[in-house]
Nanobody, 115 residues
Framework: QVQLVESGGGLVQAGGSLRLSCALSRGIFSLFAMGWYRQAPGKQRELVAN???????NYADSVKGRFTISRDNPKNTVYLQMNSLKPEDTAVYYC?????????WGQGTQVTVSS
């Protein structure tokens, strides 16, 4: 069973930065597409950013220029560097791995941005 272990969430003031990490417990990490999603209270889960096995990235318009997704294949880890955080970035952030039609989710980590 694949497990995704997230870390790095917390409370930060507006304008601050956080880095989220997500480690994949097993599997050939380099083959997986990895993504970060978030869900704010009362809202649907939405894509924040993803990175495919070849390294191409995709971002939600709301985070372009502020967030950066990256991956370290030898460490089986994907990162989300979040800069210039805004109160509207407050949400539970979830890591996702995808290989063909098989998808796994992490348990989520809370990010709270105070104004």
């Amino acid at each position: 069973q694949v497990q995704l272990v997230e870390s790095g969430g917390g409370l930060v003031q507006a304008g601050g930065s956080l880095r989220l990490s997500c480690a994949l417990s097993r599997g050939i990490f380099s083959l997986f597409a990895m993504g970060w999603y978030r869900q704010a209270p009362g809202k649907q889960r939405e894509l924040v950013a993803n990175i495919v096995s070849g390294g191409s990235t995709n971002y939600a318009d709301s985070v372009k220029g502020r967030f950066t997704i990256s991956r370290d294949n030898p460490k089986n880890t994907v990162y989300l560097q979040m800069n210039s955080l805004k109160p509207e970035d407050t949400a539970v952030y979830y890591c996702q791995s995808k290989f063909r039609d098989v998808v796994f989710w992490g348990q989520g980590t809370q990010v709270t941005v105070s104004s």
